[in-house]
Each structure stands twice: as C-alpha cells, then as structure tokens.
C-alpha cells in the first residue's frame, strides 16, 4: 500500500505570494492533518479533517486555510507569505480518528 | 492546555547499549500515546502507539512503557545500532482525537 503523499517536496516563494501544498492519504484514510515543523517551535498542529470536514484547527492566523475532497485528498494554502512560514509542513494520515498517524515525506517552503 | 516534554534533548550512546527515552506529559486523561523516528530533513516514522489502557507495546527491539499515574513514558531501544541515530519524537492526542501535541524531542546519536 502505497504512503502518504506530498507535493510538492520542495517550494521557494517571496513574502506576500500564496501558496498551496497538496497531500494524498493513504489509502482508505479518512483522516487527514497538517503540522508545521520550524527548529524553534518544534512541530505545531495546524488542522484536520475528516470526511470533508474540520474537526480541529491549530493556533495558526488565519492565512492558514485548508480543505478536503471528497476522496480524501487534502490541500492546505497560505496566503500572504512571511519570512517566518519558511518549515517543513507535515501532512498525516489515519484509517480513524486518535489511530495510528502515518506521516508524509514532508514539503519544505522556503519564503525569501 | 497540555504539554509534552522530552528530557534530554540529545544523546550519545556507544553501539550495542541498551537507549532509554523519556516522555513526560501532563494530560491526566491521555488517550494514547504515540512514538515516532524522524531522520534529519524527513517525514515521521511511527514506531508505537500504546493506548491508555496499555501499560506496554513491543515490536521488535522497540518497547514502549505507558505511566498514567506519574505521567510518563518510556522507549526502549535494545542493543542499539548506528542506524538508530535520530530523532524520536513522543506525542499525544488529547481529548480532541488527532490533535497531536508533540515534545521536543531526543537526538540520538550512536557511535560504532
């Protein structure tokens, strides 16, 4: 069974640019959250969905939005780029809600 | 608000010793509770999930205690080997399903 997918690995964007990352769970997975990981913060949730819907939003302004579609594939976007939303956005899947998480490889945005 | 906090930060062992890795957290109605391997510049590898219930999971040289009393648990990595180097993450839940809380944290390193 093939992993949790990113796309894309790798982005270098300029402040005040939108972004969008994409994620594909495994499959089967209805669950699907979104983490940022920066060497001063560690690794913060940002949000979940399950079934289409958000069932949890992390303390993130609300340049952060997200979504998913109706066969589980998520994307996140961030509007506005600072310097500071330069990290390594984690994506995570699970069959059910508080079940094994199953991370992606991760995509890493650089904001100059 | 519950936190997570892993004890050292970073650790330096000789190959073929026994790892013990430490996991506090405060959340007294933990649900469960989840270790993961993280290589430098990668995604997260889960490695266990012990649920509340549980006062121990095994898999291989990885075992994993659970202490809801004093808040705590530990991994286990027995006779380890260089190719355990990295980082282990510890995180939980909370009542609010896949909200992950993760700790900082334990870089290891093990030397040949």
């Known amino acids: 069974k093939a992993g949790v997918t990113q796309t894309p690995r790798y982005l270098i964007k300029t402040r005040g640019q939108q972004v969008t990352l994409s994620c594909s769970p495994i499959s089967g997975h209805r669950s699907v959250s979104w983490y940022q990981q920066t060497p001063g913060q560690g690794l913060q949730f940002l949000f979940e969905?399950?079934?289409?819907?958000?069932?949890n939003k992390g303390n993130f302004p609300g340049r952060f939005s997200g979504r998913q579609f109706s066969n589980s594939r998520s994307e996140m976007n961030v509007s506005t780029l600072e310097l500071g939303d330069s990290a390594l956005y984690l994506c995570a899947s699970s069959f059910l809600v508080s079940d094994t998480q199953y991370f992606g490889p991760g995509t890493r945005l650089t904001v100059l | 608000k519950q936190e997570v906090t892993q004890i050292p930060a970073a650790l330096s062992v000789p190959e073929g010793e026994n790892l013990v890795l430490n996991c506090s957290f405060t959340d007294s109605a933990i649900y469960n509770l989840q270790w993961f391997r993280q290589d430098p510049g990668k995604g997260l590898t889960s490695l266990l999930l012990?649920?509340?219930?549980?006062r121990e999971q095994t898999s291989g040289r990885l075992n994993a205690s659970l202490d809801k009393s004093s808040g705590r648990s530990t991994l286990y990595i027995a006779a380890s080997q260089p190719g355990d180097s990295a980082t282990y993450l510890c995180?939980?839940?909370?009542?609010?399903?896949?909200?992950?809380?993760f700790g900082g944290g334990t870089r290891v390193l093990v030397k040949p």
């Open positions: 995180a939980e839940p909370g009542a609010a399903g896949n909200k992950l809380t």
């Open positions: 012990i649920q509340s219930s549980q």
């Open positions: 969905y399950f079934s289409e819907t958000q069932r």
